[in-house]
Structure formats: structure tokens, C-alpha cells
């Protein structure tokens, strides 16, 4: 990171398992066209030129796949908590001085078992959050029109399925996860907490169909399909 230059950061989540894929290890570390799922999750982050910070955060039985992983890449590895949200929160913490001081201004936070996000996607979703304060990309049903002239819109209920990254604004993000953490709330994702505890109106971003999440056997060959074709 440039000293002296405002970036946002980027938290790739890797707390997953391998349950429903069907093998004994974290999902994210299975390969696909001969990367490890997370490597691609990484990369579509640590070669964006606006994001400055990358964060990793893991579960500590993950650390020779991790090791693996991140060598050669410039990214900072943190323990998870035991949910989603204190995952988020932990990687929070870890980048609360740079926030705090105004190095950091925004924060976009990825599920590591979707490797196929694009640089556009992260672009799109960076950019609407520093206008709106919150973004979060989203696919919509075929027959449903944007009544907007722009690609931006408020989060409707129209929203088939949310996809990830999410982006927001670093200072409220952080205040409100610590809110969450001492009044005990918990969210279903990372825009409720901002919906909870500030008056952002989190906005969407048209998705990506090939952002598929690698939650089933099937989606490995589907990936590596979409990779090798690129």
C-alpha cells in the first residue's frame, strides 16, 4: 500500500468445510484448474489496483493449506471466530488502526468459495460503496427490468440471490459490527449489521451468473469449466 494514499481493503473468507462438497477438507483449498478455489478468490483482489490491504481469515486447523496458499502473495492471515460474523469482525479488528487513521476507506468482503468473481464485479461493487456507503451485488429474475438509468438501485425484494463481495464504507462498517458484538446481534449477512446500527441505505449491483459458490461436487467441474474457457 502507498503511504498516504486512501485504499480499500479486501477480507476473503475461508471458514468453510467440506462437508457438502463431499471430501475432509475446507472446500476452498480443493483445486480447480490447478489452483487451490481460494487462490482464484485471492487473486481477483490482490491484483485490483484500488484495493490496498488483503486479509485472509481462517480456521487454525487450515494453516499447512493456508502456508500453501498465500506464499508469494502479500496477504495478512487471521483467525476466525466460531461464526460468519465473528469472522468478519476479527478481520475488522486486524485493520482497525489503518480505518481509524483514514488509510482504509472502504472494506469489501468475500466468500473465498467463490473463485470465479471478476475484477469488474469488484470494481462495480467498490465503487458503488463509496457513493452509497454499502453495496452488495445481486441477480435478479430474467423478466425483471432496472427502472433506473443507472446500474445502481436500493435493495427491493426482487433480489433472487446475494452474492458476494459486499462492499460499505470502513469507519460505520466497523462501529457497527462492534455494536453488534456488545449487544449481542447477530445478521444474516454483512449488510444487515450495517442495516441494524446505521442509516446507510445499502444499495445493489447487478451479479454475475458464472459468480457461482462452490457449495456441491458439481460446482468444482462447473468452475473449472468456466476457468479453462477464459
Not at 41 to 46: I, P, V, Y
Not at 134 to 149: K, Q, R, W, Y
Not at 172 to 183: Q, V
Request: aromatic share 4%.
Amino acid at each position: 500500500m502507498i503511504v498516504g494514499m486512501t485504499q480499500a481493503a479486501g477480507v476473503v473468507l475461508a471458514g468453510g468445510s467440506g462437508t457438502r462438497v463431499g471430501r475432509n477438507i475446507n472446500k476452498v483449498y480443493l483445486p480447480i484448474a490447478g489452483r487451490p478455489v481460494l487462490a482464484w478468490s485471492l487473486e481477483a483482489f490482490a491484483s485490483h489496483p484500488d484495493i490496498g490491504p488483503l486479509v485472509l481469515v481462517t480456521r487454525p486447523q487450515d494453516v499447512d493449506h493456508v502456508e500453501k496458499v498465500v506464499a508469494g502473495m502479500d496477504v495478512d492471515v487471521v483467525s476466525g471466530g466460531d461464526t460468519r460474523q465473528g469472522s468478519e469482525l476479527a478481520a475488522l479488528r486486524h485493520l482497525a488502526g489503518r480505518i481509524k487513521a483514514g488509510e482504509i476507506d472502504a472494506v469489501l468482503i468475500h466468500d473465498g468459495a467463490r473463485p470465479l468473481v471478476s475484477p469488474e464485479l469488484v470494481a462495480a461493487v467498490l465503487q458503488a460503496a463509496r457513493k452509497y456507503g454499502g453495496a452488495i451485488p445481486g441477480m435478479v429474475s430474467e423478466d425483471l427490468a432496472l427502472a433506473t438509468g443507472e446500474h445502481v438501485t436500493p435493495i427491493t425484494d426482487e433480489l433472487v440471490a446475494v452474492q458476494t463481495p459486499q462492499g460499505f464504507l470502513a469507519a460505520p462498517l466497523l462501529a457497527a459490527y462492534e455494536r453488534a458484538a456488545e449487544e449481542g446481534f447477530v445478521g444474516t449477512d454483512t449488510a444487515s449489521c450495517i442495516e441494524q446500527f446505521t442509516d446507510i441505505e445499502v444499495h445493489w449491483v447487478p451479479g454475475e451468473q458464472r459468480n457461482l459458490k462452490i457449495t456441491f461436487g458439481h460446482d468444482l467441474v462447473v468452475a473449472e469449466r468456466i476457468l479453462e474457457s477464459r
